[in-house]
């Protein structure tokens, strides 16, 4: 009864959308936009939020906006129940019917999720760099944590305290949503990620790397996706070194944790951007590629899509 109590309480607290009373209609979508962060994210760390300045640009742009509270790491399917109730939270708020996701990284499989599950409460999908066939990276990981070993206990600690020492730093408390960054690595994997579209197949390709998935799905939902290819992208960004290493495990043109091949489904707006995996979220602090496209300019052109096609 408590835990409930506490959970209703947060959602009631973060359920406030980002609007802007004078803004233009560049990007006024008929349905709420619902921003959902990757794994080990957060709401706002020293005054940066996860997704940089990226809320308030849409809604400066008429777009209505909500960012998901879902747990900072877990398996996909734990975190896309989550969702489901974030957003029956954001229905009951705003009034409409449905709402528009968008989800980056981990929240790329968790909207995909949300859209299978109940695909009536779900206008549309949009994934930014979504781990849709799984992380060479995460690969590595796991192949070095053996299942059931006291490696894999020690290391499970260690990721959820840093989970939760995020939450503690951005102001949010430390959640009464689960931790596990165990299964979150296991949902990451090639094989997790297999398993997954096996049972999500929604606007997969029909191969790695096809570019052939569906705009408009079977349930009525419209999915779409965009991605980096780029790991080292601006000298100024402290990150970029740390992306280009952890991108030589790709052999492929990836954006440091995830392949554009593995980002692509639905409509793929592109798959090139020069961008890394932080670059496409407007991190860090708006850091990017100096003769690239402002990664906030692509969500806003992506809400006018959806506006334009009556989402």
Same mark, same amino acid.
């Given at each position: 009864m408590k835990k409930t109590l506490i959970i209703a309480t947060l959602f009631a607290f973060l359920i406030t959308p980002f609007t802007q009373a004078n803004a233009s209609?560049?990007?006024?979508?008929?349905?709420?936009?619902?921003?959902? #962060? &990757?794994?080990?994210?957060? /709401?706002? +760390?020293?005054?940066?939020?996860?997704?940089?300045?990226?809320p308030y640009k849409l809604a400066d742009n008429g777009a209505t906006v909500y960012t998901a509270t879902v747990s900072p790491a877990n398996s996909t399917e734990v975190r896309g129940e989550q969702l489901l109730a974030y957003i029956d939270q954001v229905l009951a708020h705003s009034g409409a019917d449905k709402v528009n996701l968008i989800g980056h990284s981990h929240g790329g499989p968790t909207i995909r999720y949300a859209a299978s599950v109940a695909p009536e409460k779900v206008a549309s999908v949009t994934s930014v760099a979504?781990?849709? #066939? &799984?992380?060479?990276?995460? /690969?590595? +990981?796991r192949a070095g944590i053996r299942d059931g070993s006291t490696l894999e206990g020690v290391a499970g600690t260690v990721f959820n305290a840093f989970a939760n020492v995020l939450e503690l730093v951005s102001g949010s408390g430390i959640?009464?949503?689960?931790?596990?960054?165990?299964?979150?690595?296991?949902?990451?994997?090639?094989?997790?990620?297999?398993?997954?579209?096996a049972r999500y197949p929604e606007g997969l390709p029909s191969s790695y790397c096809a570019k052939d998935g569906k705009v408009l799905e079977d349930n009525g939902v419209f999915y779409f996706s965009w991605s980096g290819g780029s790991t080292y992208t601006n000298v100024l960004d402290v990150a970029d070194p740390l992306l280009a290493i952890t991108g030589?495990?790709?052999?492929?043109?990836?954006?440091?944790?995830?392949?554009?091949?593995?980002?692509?489904?639905?409509?793929?707006?592109?798959?090139?951007y020069r961008m890394n995996h932080l670059d496409e979220v407007n991190q860090t602090l708006g850091i990017h590629h100096l003769f690239e496209t402002d990664p906030i300019q692509v969500f806003i052109t992506q809400a006018n899509r959806l506006k334009s096609i009556g989402l």
């Open positions: 209609t560049y990007a006024k979508t008929q349905y709420p936009i619902v921003l959902v #962060h &990757g794994l080990f994210g957060f /709401d706002d +760390v020293l005054w940066v939020d996860y997704f940089y300045k990226i979504g781990v849709n #066939h &799984g992380s060479k990276v995460a /690969d590595i +990981v959640s009464a949503l689960p931790t596990d960054s165990i299964a979150a690595l296991d949902s990451l994997s090639t094989r997790g990620s297999e398993r997954f579209n030589l495990a790709f052999g492929e043109k990836n954006d440091g944790l995830v392949s554009s091949c593995s980002s692509q489904l639905g409509y793929v707006i592109r798959d090139d």
